[in-house]
Antibody
Framework: QVQLVQSGAEGKKPGASVKVSCKTS????????IHWVRQAPGQGLEWMGI????????TYAQNFQGTVTLTRDTSTNTVYMELTSLKSEDTAVYYC???????????????WGQGTTVSVSS | DIQMTQSPSSLSASVGDRVTITCRAS??????LAWYQQQPGKVPRLLIY???TLQSGVPSRFSGSGSGTDFTLTITSLQPEDAAIYYC?????????FGQGTKVEIK
């Protein structure tokens, strides 16, 4: 079955970087865009960006321009999210999610990773 | 960027009640709208896409409607397991913005 399995929780100090992985399985990796979504404690969902695993092209939300980088490894069917210059406000659960694709069109996010908690504290 | 605004922010209803949540886009998004449910401590789950199409496996008491800028998510006959936060999301191009969420509590 389709699965997105994320790496484990991370604890970082302010100013550091974190790289979260999202290993996919059960489908054609290069056929579905992967999105990243953040959820701060007690807050709503915040869209971060998207990567096309086929060519590696990316689009980022304005709030994350310059601090987030999405990459992929087609040999391991894994997508990575790196967040730099961490601040305490980056403490959150980070999700990867696969786009729902039907007949060549895209319709929301139908499969989600389990989430990775990133804690930023001095 | 297009903003997504949900109302109400929270509501409390009894089992068996009909519940309606609204989502308003700041610009026309035709039907490029999805609804998600996030139960406490769980991962978001896609309920509805294309504004009104029920995702596979989602109970039929959930329904969506609307187009353009105004959308609704309706739960007919609210069940205890429907206690959750519900989010709308537009997907007619980046950014795929979420609404701020609507918390549904069971009385």
């Amino acid at each position: 079955q389709v699965q997105l399995v994320q790496s484990g929780a991370e604890g970082k100090k302010p100013g550091a970087s974190v790289k979260v992985s999202c290993k996919t399985s059960g489908y054609s990796f290069t056929s579905y865009y992967i999105h990243w979504v953040r959820q701060a404690p007690g807050q709503g969902l915040e869209w971060m960006g998207i990567i096309d695993p086929r060519g590696g092209s990316t689009t980022y939300a304005q709030n994350f321009q310059g601090t987030v980088t999405l990459t992929r490894d087609t040999s391991t069917n894994t997508v990575y999210m790196e967040l730099t210059s961490l601040k305490s406000e980056d403490t959150a659960v980070y999700y990867c999610a696969r786009v729902l694709r039907l007949g060549g069109n895209y319709y929301g996010l139908d499969v989600w990773g389990q989430g990775t908690t990133v804690s930023v504290s001095s | 960027d297009i903003q997504m605004t949900q109302s109400p922010s929270s509501l409390s209803a009894s089992v068996g009640d009909r519940v309606t949540i609204t989502c308003r886009a700041s610009q026309d998004i035709t039907t490029y709208l999805a609804w998600y449910q996030q139960q406490p401590g769980k991962v978001p789950r896609l309920l509805i896409y294309a504004a009104s199409t029920l995702q596979s496996g989602v109970p039929s008491r959930f329904s969506g409607s609307g187009s353009g800028t105004d959308f609704t998510l309706t739960i007919t006959s609210l069940q205890p397991e429907d206690a959750a936060i519900y989010y709308c999301q537009k997907y007619n191009g980046a950014p795929w913005t979420f609404g701020q969420g609507t918390k549904v509590e069971i009385k």
